[in-house]
């Protein structure tokens, strides 16, 4: 089974410049998160997609930051325009039809993450 | 807000050695989890204890739980360079299943 694939694994732009990440989850995974980690501090929970439909967009930083999941498939996260402070690895993952185990615990399946520095 | 917060930040121990990290959190929650992540790969789910738990076993893992402290334990026993990695606790609460993540432990084991 194919895990969560990120892409790009690392992007290097400008200020003000725009990047898009995208994330494929696990095949049948409705939910799929984006987290964010910087500069070694705490990873970041940024928001998350219950199939198309946005269930938790509380930790997106602000509104330079787009996500979408047309389709219910793969998931973009759009920097617009990129700051400095943007920089980053931004992980996302999934996991399945309500998110639960028979324990009641929400396990998530990672991607590699795309590392963002913004110069 | 930041849930889980680990300590040490870093760790250094010989091979053969255990490894003891803890975690600490604010509110209630309904479970805890323990991920690690090798350089440049993603965070690989470990173990998973729940709220009415207090220890768990797999393989070399140990973890323990004390709701009353709002703290977790892992212990990994006989470090092998493998386990070279950051080790991050998760937690979830109330009816809210979104995991939340601290800074991670960085643990090195040297040969």
């Known amino acids: 089974e194919a895990g969560v694939t990120q892409f790009p694994s690392h992007s290097v732009i400008e200020k003000g410049q725009t990047v898009t990440l995208r994330c494929d989850p696990i095949?049948?995974?409705?939910?799929l998160y984006w987290y964010r980690r910087v500069m070694g501090k705490e990873i970041k929970f940024l928001l998350h997609?219950?199939?198309?439909?946005?269930?938790?967009e509380s930790g997106m930083p602000n509104n330079r930051f787009l996500a979408e999941r047309t389709g219910g498939t793969y998931s973009t996260l759009k920097v617009q325009p990129a700051e400095l402070e943007d920089s980053g690895v931004y992980f996302c993952?999934?996991?399945?039809?309500?998110?639960?185990?028979?324990?009641?615990?929400?396990?998530?399946?990672f991607g590699a993450g795309s590392r963002l520095t913004v110069l | 807000s930041q849930q889980g917060e680990e300590d040490p930040q870093a760790l250094s121990i010989q091979e053969g050695e255990n490894a003891t990290m803890n975690c600490s959190y604010k509110?209630?929650?309904?479970?805890l989890q323990w991920y690690r992540q090798n350089s440049g790969r993603g965070l690989v789910h470990l173990i998973l204890?729940?709220?009415?738990?207090r220890e768990k076993h797999s393989g070399r893992l140990r973890v323990t739980l004390d709701t009353s402290k709002k703290s977790s334990s892992l212990l990994i026993t006989a470090s092998r360079a493998a386990d070279t990695a950051s080790y991050f606790c998760?937690?979830?609460?109330?009816?809210?299943?979104?995991?939340?993540f601290g800074a991670g432990t960085t643990v090195t084991v040297r040969a």
């Open positions: 997609f219950v199939k198309e439909s946005k269930q938790d």
């Open positions: 095949s049948g995974h409705d939910n």
């Open positions: 998760a937690t979830d609460w109330c009816n809210d299943y979104k995991l939340s």
């Open positions: 204890i729940r709220s009415n738990e």
């Open positions: 993952a999934s996991s399945q039809v309500g998110g639960l185990l028979a324990s009641g615990a929400n396990v998530l399946t």
């Open positions: 509110t209630s929650i309904n479970n």
